[in-house]
């Protein structure tokens, strides 16, 4: 969530497509109930708010869950002079703790990866549940990060603006490709079999309804655990959740499920909630936070229709999201021009494989991998000769089709090395 919480907060001291699941199993497939599962969220608590009650349902079955907090929700604050971090921390251990059913008593147990350390804490009596935190600093609800981090954020990272994002704790620091295999290792370390996450296909940065926006640093994390997840050995399964938009999407948890939303959510608000000391009673939750508490959704996505190539990099709109579907370029017809496009089922959408051919259903012209990919009249040339796997890639010769995430600067559809295989790669047909 927004790490400045104080601006949904109201203190009175006196006192996916939207995926609507409902029951005690919402957002878990059916025989995977218990598989070892990783957690990754951006800040301390979008896991409570967002992933809850999923994450409580995994902890009271005695599910192994390690949950990863890639920033240190520091909202621009003195890592070294201000005890904010640290409170959220201890907030999300007694918040476990609650769910788990336990006395919050935890020990530090960091694990190094790939030359970095990660702060690490276990649950005494429940070593399946571990907490890890990377402290990489808050990049703010728009990606422009504080003036006390040099305006670092997880956004201008994955995005190639920014080399390096430093811990705000002075650990060392990560290039992109760093985080996202550190990440991949983590999974390992785990033996994570699933992924819970958040909205990886939100490209609109702020703070949330009316408006289809989300946090940067939500999107973000969803994308580099995503990422994480491609490159992995095991290439676990991924689950994105709602974010900001949760609020947009009907209420669809039962009242007890709420309450022990809420029970779990004041544990972590006893120690932050009030920045300066633990919270007094009465501290009332915004009307953002209720509807949060409220539900739980996942982000789900449609199947290939007949005659689509969908890319896995897709879109989020105010309520579903939105898959991108290989398509002639209406605003350039003459040239041949191909793009993505929002899925719609129309004629410049519908493709055909022939042989070694992918064609335009309507033209029967040829999809080419010139300097760009294009559609010029069948020829037979190797150009036009094109390959499919297992994993989703479409190529000719020594490239893929490659579709730009909709997060990044001016993204485009182009051809690119096939290696290493990542999200821009994969298509379904």
Known sequence: MLSGIASFLQVDVAHAYGGQQTGARRG????????PTLIGVAHQDDDLLFINPEVQRLIRHRCSVGTVYLTAGDAGRSFAEDPYVRRREEGLQASYATMAGVPNRWHRSDLTVRGHRLVSFVLDGRPDVRLVFLRLPDGFAKGAGSTRYAG????KLFRGQIATIKPVDGAKPYTREELTSVLSDVLSLRKAERILTLDYDSATFGVGPPNPADHSDHEMTGRFFRKAAFVARARPTVASYVGYGLSLLPANLTAQQRRDKEAVYDAYLRYTGCFTAPCPAGLTLS???????????RRTHRQARPGEIVSAIGRT??????????????????????????????????????GATVRAAGSGACLTASAQVSLSPCSGSSAQTWWRDADGRIGSGGRCLHQDDLAMLNPGLDLKPCSPYRPELRWQW
């Open 28 to 35: 878990v497939e059916p025989g995977t109930e218990c598989r």
């Open 152 to 155: 670092q954020s997880l956004l």
């Open 287 to 297: 009307q953002d936070f209720r509807r949060w508490i409220a539900r739980e959704h």
């Open 317 to 354: 709109n105010t309520k579903v999201a939105v898959e991108r579907c290989l398509a002639q370029d209406r605003r350039r017809p003459a040239d041949g021009a191909v793009t993505t496009a929002d899925c719609d089922g129309g004629p410049a959408q519908r493709w055909t494989f022939v």
